[in-house]
């Protein structure tokens, strides 16, 4: 059961076209800020289908790209051709920042299995510059965020971070592809996290998760319910 801290901070719009608006606004400044003040900017980046018309808002915005280092907060071990690629769904949304120079690190490496890829993924995570300055964070009808699936193979390594390495596999219930998700200290090696979601039924769920209460069935409470990282929650019907 985990409960109390700082509550997230909710930003409501009244569509998705001006959540998308908001938050590209919120994340351009937040790239500008970063550039200005560390020399780059750092950002971790959902993936799904949610904010796909976000990240080709951001695309049009003129920021320094070529000091811009992005990455997923989780992959389905699939290749870059395939459909269900989230990095891909990155490069493509965002293919004229990364023509202008910005840095995509993939977590899908070599192996048959995410398994088999942690230690490679997890040397490559190292190039990118922490803590994070933002990490962007989706979530399922199901409470999962990143690949924190309630019943999942290897959740607890996930939240735990127990291996000592950035990433961890995941398994969901039932499901292939297997994953490979940042951990949770991972994740919060970050200055800010942003939750966004869509939809009434994730409201209900997401309501549902604010409240205290166990992590295993509402994954996404490890995120809510941390004191370390301050968490802004972007919603719109
Ligand atoms: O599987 C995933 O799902 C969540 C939510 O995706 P959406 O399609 O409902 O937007 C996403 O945040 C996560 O990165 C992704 O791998």
Same mark, same amino acid.
């Given at each position: 059961?985990?409960?109390?801290?700082?509550?997230?901070?909710?930003?409501?719009?009244?569509?998705?076209?001006?959540?998308?608006?908001?938050?590209?606004?919120?994340?351009?400044?937040?790239?500008?800020?970063?550039?200005?003040?560390?020399?780059?900017?750092?950002?971790?980046?959902?993936?799904?289908?949610?904010?796909?018309?976000?990240?080709?808002?951001?695309?049009?915005?003129?920021?320094?790209?070529?000091?811009?280092?992005?990455?997923?907060?989780?992959?389905?071990?699939?290749?870059?051709?395939?459909?269900?690629?989230?990095?891909?769904?990155?490069?493509?949304?965002? =293919?004229? %920042? &990364? +023509?202008?120079?910005? #840095?995509?690190?993939?977590? /899908?490496? $070599?192996?048959?299995?995410?398994?088999?890829?942690?230690?490679?993924?997890?040397?490559?995570?190292?190039?990118?510059?922490?803590?994070?300055?933002?990490?962007?964070?989706?979530?399922?009808?199901?409470?999962?965020?990143?690949?924190?699936?309630?019943?999942?193979?290897?959740?607890?390594?996930?939240?735990?971070?127990?291996?000592?390495?950035?990433?961890?596999?995941?398994?969901?219930?039932?499901?292939?592809?297997?994953?490979?998700?940042?951990?949770?200290?991972?994740?919060?090696? =970050?200055? %800010? &996290? +942003?939750?966004?979601? #869509?939809?009434?039924?994730? /409201?209900? $769920?997401?309501?549902?998760?604010?409240?205290?209460?166990?992590?295993?069935?509402?994954?996404?409470?490890?995120?809510?319910?941390?004191?370390?990282?301050?968490?802004?929650?972007?919603?719109?019907?």
């Amino acid at each position: 059961m985990i409960g109390g801290g700082t509550m997230p901070t909710i930003n409501s719009h009244a569509d998705k076209a001006s959540l998308v608006t908001a938050l590209a606004d919120h994340i351009g400044g937040l790239i500008r800020d970063a550039v200005a003040a560390y020399g780059r900017a750092s950002l971790v980046l959902s993936g799904g289908t949610t904010p796909a018309d976000l990240f080709a808002r951001l695309d049009g915005y003129d920021l320094p790209w070529d000091k811009v280092y992005l990455t997923l907060s989780d992959e389905r071990w699939v290749d870059l051709d395939d459909p269900a690629s989230n990095e891909a769904m990155v490069r493509r949304t965002l =293919s004229a %920042a &990364v +023509a202008k120079g910005a #840095t995509v690190v993939g977590l /899908k490496s $070599v192996g048959a299995t995410p398994a088999d890829g942690l230690a490679r993924t997890s040397s490559r995570l190292a190039t990118m510059p922490r803590p994070y300055d933002l990490v962007l964070l989706g979530m399922g009808e199901d409470s999962h965020t990143a690949s924190f699936f309630p019943g999942a193979t290897g959740l607890a390594e996930a939240l735990s971070g127990a291996l000592g390495l950035a990433v961890a596999a995941v398994t969901p219930a039932g499901g292939v592809p297997a994953r490979i998700t940042l951990t949770l200290p991972e994740l919060l090696r =970050s200055r %800010a &996290v +942003a939750l966004l979601i #869509t939809g009434d039924k994730k /409201k209900a $769920v997401l309501d549902a998760a604010l409240k205290p209460g166990p992590v295993e069935p509402a994954p996404v409470r490890a995120v809510l319910h941390q004191t370390q990282v301050p968490v802004s929650i972007w919603w719109a019907p």
